[in-house]
């Protein structure tokens, strides 16, 4: 867990996003193959990312499907000047913060935690230390602002450029890096006893 604080994010294959490109040239044109072709590839991903946003697996499901329904919807309006991903982050994160919005409504105390996944543990003192450190975690991460959780999250989990998050967040990409920057000193100083062992 701690090479998600010390490592930097991984670059994306550019040859996807060129594969992306064509997709949603494709799409434009009412291919429906290459719509499923699209779902295919980003569904999880952008599941992923609204479980961050929105902190439940109900809704995500039904975030995630309707930006696709909405891209496919207006297929032939668009005019895209930035990547798929970029493209696909944003209409999620408008309709995950609308569903958020909706949650809190309904239910003002919600506190669902984060669901660790595909996690393998060696001991039972291992595991005791895994636990604790991803409470730590987890604890850190829902201390962090609301805007330097949305970067980090954008940037190390979904690994997006900071040019793209600054698109899908309306923010400058140097705000994007000042923000990661601070996520990471703060989630550094309350790990530290965690880091050091």
């Known amino acids: 867990m701690s090479a998600f604080i010390s490592s930097g994010p991984r670059l994306r294959d550019t040859r996807d996003d060129r594969h992306d490109a064509e ?6 044109q009412g291919d ?3 719509f499923a072709s699209l779902m295919d590839r980003w569904w999880q991903p952008l599941v992923l990312y609204c479980r961050g946003v929105v902190k439940t697996d109900a809704a995500c499901d039904d975030v995630v499907q309707e930006a696709f329904v909405r891209l496919w919807n207006r297929r032939s ?3 895209p000047k930035s990547s798929v991903a970029a493209i696909l982050y944003t209409i999620v994160r408008n309709r995950a913060l609308n569903e958020l919005r909706l949650l809190n ?3 003002r105390h919600l506190s669902i935690g984060r669901t660790v996944l595909n996690r393998r543990v060696y001991t039972p003192a291992e595991e005791a230390e895994g ?4 409470a730590a975690l987890d604890r850190a991460i829902a201390e962090l602002s609301p805007r330097r959780r949305e970067v980090l999250l954008l940037c190390r ?7 793209e998050v600054a698109e899908i967040t309306g923010l400058t990409p140097q705000t994007i890096a000042n923000y990661l ?3 990471l000193e703060e989630l550094r100083s309350k790990l530290e006893p965690y880091l050091r062992a």
């Open 32 to 34: 429906e193959r290459a």
């Open 77 to 79: 309006s668009w005019r």
């Open 23 to 28: 997709l949603l040239d494709l799409v434009r």
């Open 181 to 183: 920057f601070r996520a």
């Open 105 to 107: 409504t309904r239910q």
């Open 131 to 134: 636990e604790e450190f991803r």
């Open 157 to 163: 989990e979904e690994r997006l450029s900071h040019a």
